[in-house]
C-alpha cells in the first residue's frame, strides 16, 4: 500500500466535499443546533423560566444511579437543566459521527459515479485496496474528528451554562467519555460500512442517504428513547453498544472493502 | 508486419449479462503504432479500452499491456497507460490546477516537475487563464480539454482515447487532434483511438481495426481496407465525344454497367490494379482517345459503410 495515493484521494476528496453545500451547512448546521444551540437554551433555562414550566422532572430521577442522586441540587428548574445536559441528551454526541460519515460515505462514492468521476479515480494506479482505504478514511476521520469537537463543545457549554451554580464541572462524565471517544467512533464506523456498500449500488446521492439513512435510525432510537427519559445507558451498556456496533462495522467495511474495487465497479461504469 | 505488440487481446470474450460486448477478440497493437478502433456505438471499442485499462476482466482470453495483465498488476499497467474516457474526467468541484495537481500525485510525480508540466499544458490546450477556477463552471469542451491535459500530464507510454473530440466544437477538435498528431508522431507513443469520426482516424492512424458486435470484421492501414473491401472507381477521360462509345466497349469487357460522367469521363468499378492496361488497349483499339486514367479513392467513411452494410458494395451498386 502507497500512502502517498491514499493521501492524495484522502486530499482531493476533502477539497470536493468542501466544495458542495449540500455536504458543507449540514455538516456544521446539525452539529452547532444539537451540541451548541439546544444545550446551550436547556443551561440557560434555569435562570430565565420557571420552573413550572419546566415539567415534572421527578420521573427522570428514577432512572438515575443512586450515587448520583446525592449530588443533584434541590432546584427543580436547575434540577431538570442538570439531569437532561447531563445524562439524557448526552446520546446526541453520537448524531454527528454517524450522520457525517454516512453524508461523506455517500459523496465519496455514489456522488463520483453520480459525477462521473469514478471512471477516471479507476484509470489511476490506485489499487483497489488503496482507493477502499481512501474512501473510508475519507468518511470516518473528519466524522470522528468532528464527531469529538462536538462532544467537546457540548461538554464545555454545559460546564459554562450550569457549572457555576452548581459549583463544579458537569461533564464529562465517565459514559460521556465513553460515548464520545468508543460509542461515537464505532456508531460512526458501523454507519460508514452500511452506507458504503449502499453507496456502492447506488446511481446517484440521493439514492444513497435515502438507503443510508436508516442506518441513523438505531442512534435516534437511542437518543430518543434517552431523552423521553424511558431508558438510561450505564458505562457497560455503552461499552456493549459500541462492542456491537464495532462488529458490525468489521463485518460492513470488509465487505464494503470487496465492493470498492475494480471488479465491482467496472462493470457499473455506465 | 506489427511490431512487437504492446497492447494484446488473445481471443478475448467479455460478456455483460446475456449482452456479448466482445466475442473472441484478438488484436495486436505494436509499441508507437497509431491504430483506430472503429465502430457504432455497442461495437465493443470501450470495453477493449477498459479491459487493457484493467477496469475489466475478460470472461475468456488473454489481455496484456507490455506483457502484463491488467487485472493482475494493473498498477503497473495503469502507470503506464493514459486513458481518456469519452466522458470528461475532471472533477467540477475542483479547479483546473487541483485536477492536475491530483492525477500528478496519484501518478506519483514529483511535485515540482508536475506544476511545471501541468503550466505547460494548460497553456497549450487554452487553459491557463482559468486554471484557478473551478471546473463546474467550463464548458464541456474546455472539460474535455482538460481532461486531454491530465492524461498527457503523466507522459503515458500508452495512449488509449475514447472518442477524444465527440464533446468539443470543430476548431477545438481541429486543435486536440493536432496535439495527438503530435503526439503520435514520436515513435516511443503507442496510441490508440477509439472514434466515429472516420476523417479523424484518416488523419491519424497508421492502421485502422473495424469493430462489430464485439469482433474484428476487418483491420489494415486505410488505403489496404480501401483495396480490399471497396477499391474505387476508375475513371478514364476519353473527351464528350467518345463517352458514349467508350461505355458501350467497357460494358463488354467489365462486370458492373459503366456510367458515363460530365466532363466526357466514363466511371467503371470492380476492375482490378492489373486490369487497367487490358481496358485502356480495348478502348485505343476501338478509336477511343483515353486521355487519363484516374482511380478514385474512397474515403474511409465509404469504405467504414461498406463494411457495415450501409451501403451496397461495389459488385451490389446497380
Known amino acids: 500500500m502507497r500512502w502517498s495515493r491514499v493521501l492524495a484521494v484522502v486530499r482531493r476528496d476533502l477539497t470536493v466535499a468542501l466544495g458542495s453545500k449540500a455536504i458543507v451547512l449540514p455538516a456544521v448546521i446539525v452539529p452547532l443546533l444539537l451540541l451548541v444551540v439546544l444545550p446551550t437554551a436547556i443551561g440557560l433555562a434555569p435562570r430565565y423560566v420557571d420552573a413550572d414550566a419546566l415539567g415534572d422532572v421527578e420521573q427522570l430521577l428514577v432512572l438515575l444511579p443512586a450515587e448520583v442522586l446525592g449530588t443533584l441540587p434541590e432546584d427543580p428548574a436547575l434540577l431538570g437543566a442538570v439531569v437532561t445536559l447531563t445524562y439524557l441528551l448526552t446520546p446526541l454526541i453520537l448524531l454527528v459521527p454517524v450522520m457525517l460519515s454516512t453524508v461523506l460515505a455517500a459523496d465519496g462514492i455514489a456522488g463520483e459515479q453520480e459525477r462521473g468521476t469514478l471512471e477516471g479515480l479507476l484509470l489511476t494506479p490506485l489499487s483497489d485496496r488503496e482507493l477502499a482505504t481512501a474512501k473510508l478514511l475519507t468518511a470516518w476521520v473528519p466524522a470522528v474528528v468532528i464527531g469529538l469537537l462536538g462532544a467537546a463543545l457540548y461538554a464545555m457549554v454545559t460546564n459554562l451554562t450550569l457549572g457555576r451554580q452548581m459549583g463544579e464541572w458537569l461533564l464529562p462524565t465517565t459514559e460521556f467519555m465513553v460515548l464520545a471517544v468508543w460509542t461515537g467512533p464505532t456508531f460512526g464506523a458501523a454507519a460508514l460500512g452500511a452506507v458504503s456498500l449502499v453507496s456502492v449500488r447506488s446511481r446517484t446521492t440521493q439514492d444513497a442517504f435515502q438507503l443510508g439513512g436508516f442506518v441513523v435510525l438505531p442512534v435516534v432510537a437511542m437518543v430518543v428513547g434517552q431523552g423521553a427519559g424511558l431508558l438510561l445507558l450505564s458505562v457497560w451498556a455503552l461499552v456493549g453498544a459500541g462492542m456491537v456496533a464495532a462488529g458490525a462495522a468489521v463485518l460492513l467495511l470488509v465487505a464494503a472493502t470487496r465492493s470498492l474495487s475494480r471488479p465491482r465497479l467496472g462493470p457499473r461504469l455506465g | ?318
Do not use: W
Open chain 2, 1 to 318: 508486419m506489427t511490431p512487437a505488440p504492446v497492447l494484446r487481446l488473445d481471443g478475448v470474450t467479455r460478456r455483460f449479462g446475456r449482452v456479448v460486448a466482445l466475442d473472441d477478440l484478438t488484436l495486436e497493437v505494436g509499441t508507437g503504432e497509431v491504430v483506430g478502433l472503429l465502430g457504432h456505438n455497442g461495437a465493443g471499442k470501450t470495453t477493449t479500452v477498459r479491459l487493457l485499462a484493467g477496469l475489466l476482466g475478460p470472461d475468456a482470453g488473454l489481455v496484456r499491456v507490455g506483457g502484463l495483465d491488467p487485472v493482475v498488476d494493473g498498477a503497473a499497467v495503469r502507470q503506464r497507460l493514459g486513458v481518456l474516457p469519452a466522458r470528461p474526467i475532471v472533477d467540477d468541484r475542483l479547479t483546473g490546477t487541483q485536477n492536475l495537481a491530483f492525477a500528478a500525485a496519484v501518478f506519483g510525480m514529483a511535485p515540482d516537475v508536475a506544476r511545471d508540466r501541468a503550466e505547460e499544458l494548460l497553456a497549450a490546450f487554452g487553459l491557463a487563464a482559468r486554471a484557478d477556477e473551478r471546473v463546474g463552471g467550463y464548458s464541456t469542451g474546455l472539460r474535455q480539454r482538460l481532461s486531454l491535459a491530465r492524461v498527457l500530464l503523466t507522459e503515458p507510454e500508452v495512449l488509449l482515447l475514447d472518442e477524444p473530440t465527440a464533446a468539443l466544437d470543430p476548431v477545438a477538435a481541429r486543435q486536440v487532434i493536432s496535439t495527438l498528431a503530435v503526439l503520435a508522431s514520436r515513435s516511443d507513443r503507442t496510441v490508440v483511438v477509439c472514434t466515429h469520426d472516420l476523417a479523424e482516424a484518416e488523419a491519424l492512424c497508421d492502421r485502422v481495426i473495424v469493430l462489430a458486435n464485439g469482433r474484428s470484421i476487418a483491420e489494415g492501414s486505410p488505403a489496404e481496407l480501401a483495396a480490399a473491401h471497396r477499391p474505387g472507381e476508375l475513371h478514364f477521360d476519353v473527351g464528350a465525344a467518345q463517352a458514349g462509345h467508350a461505355a458501350e466497349v467497357l460494358a463488354r469487357l467489365v462486370s458492373g454497367a459503366p456510367r458515363v460522367l460530365a466532363g466526357g469521363r466514363v466511371s467503371v468499378t470492380g476492375v482490378g490494379h492489373d486490369e487497367v492496361p487490358q481496358l485502356v488497349r480495348h478502348l485505343v483499339a476501338a478509336d477511343v482517345p483515353v486521355h487519363e486514367a484516374v482511380r478514385s479513392r474512397p474515403s474511409l467513411e465509404e469504405v467504414y459503410l461498406a463494411l457495415h452494410g450501409a451501403i451496397p458494395s461495389e459488385g451490389e451498386r446497380p
